[in-house]
C-alpha cells in the first residue's frame, strides 16, 4: 500500500511539471544551401 | 543537416519536418534555398534555444556560407503591453518576444493592440525571429550569446485572439 501511495505522489508531481497547452506550435525556416534530391 | 537537427528535438513532431526546395536549378552561388517546415508534438512547445543548440552542433556552426533567410513561428500565448512595446509571453519556457511590424504586415503591431483593448489576452500570433537571418555560424553565434540589453523580437504578420 505505501509503494502505490508512492507512485500516486510521483505521478501527480509529474503531472504537475508538464507543461498545461503548446506554446511555440509552428515553424519554418527558410534556407539557403538545401539539398536537393 | 538543419533539418535532422530539427526532428531529433524533443519537442518536435519528427514526421512533421520536410524539407522542400525552392528552386529547380543549382544557383551560381551553390547554394539553392529552401524551406524547412516543422510543428510542435501535441501539447510540447518548440524551444528555440535548443534548435540553434541542435543545429550547432552540427557543422552549420562554422566552415559554411550557409545560410537562413529567415525563422517564422506560430506561437500561442499572452500578449500584454508593457511599457510602449507589446510582449508576447510563451508560458512553460520562460520565453518571451517583444512583437515588432513587420514590412509585410505594417499595421499588424496597432490591430492587435486595439484588439487587447488594455489588457493582456491569450492569443496566437505568427511572426519572423529578428536575428534568424544570414550564415547559420553567425546567427547561431549571436542567438547564443545575445547583447545583454537585447530582447527577442518577433515582426509580427498575423495573429489571432482567443475567444473567451
Known amino acids: ?37 | 543537416m538543419a533539418r535532422d537537427a530539427i526532428a531529433r528535438l524533443y519537442d518536435v513532431d519528427a514526421k512533421s519536418v520536410m524539407l522542400t526546395p525552392l528552386a529547380k536549378d543549382l544557383p551560381k552561388n551553390g547554394y539553392p534555398p529552401g524551406q524547412i517546415v516543422f510543428d510542435a508534438k501535441k501539447g510540447n512547445s518548440i524551444n528555440l534555444d535548443r534548435m540553434a543548440e541542435s543545429i550547432a552542433a552540427t557543422r552549420l556552426s562554422g566552415g559554411t556560407n550557409m545560410g537562413m533567410d529567415y525563422l517564422e513561428i506560430t506561437a500561442r500565448g499572452e500578449v500584454l503591453a508593457r511599457d510602449k512595446d507589446l510582449v508576447l509571453k510563451v508560458s512553460g519556457t520562460g520565453q518571451e518576444f517583444v512583437l515588432a511590424d513587420d514590412p509585410s504586415a505594417k499595421d499588424a503591431v496597432q490591430r492587435l493592440r486595439q484588439a487587447l483593448g488594455g489588457s493582456a489576452k491569450e492569443a496566437s500570433v505568427t511572426g519572423r525571429v529578428q536575428g534568424w537571418n544570414g550564415r547559420f555560424p553567425d546567427v547561431l553565434k549571436a542567438w547564443s550569446k545575445p547583447a545583454a540589453d537585447q530582447k527577442r523580437t518577433l515582426a509580427l504578420t498575423s495573429f489571432e485572439i482567443k475567444k473567451e
Do not use: D, H
Open chain 1, 1 to 37: 500500500m505505501r509503494s502505490l501511495r508512492s507512485v500516486a505522489v510521483l505521478g501527480v508531481l509529474l503531472l504537475a511539471a508538464l507543461p498545461s497547452s503548446a506554446e511555440v506550435t509552428k515553424g519554418v525556416l527558410a534556407i539557403k544551401g538545401a539539398q536537393m534530391s
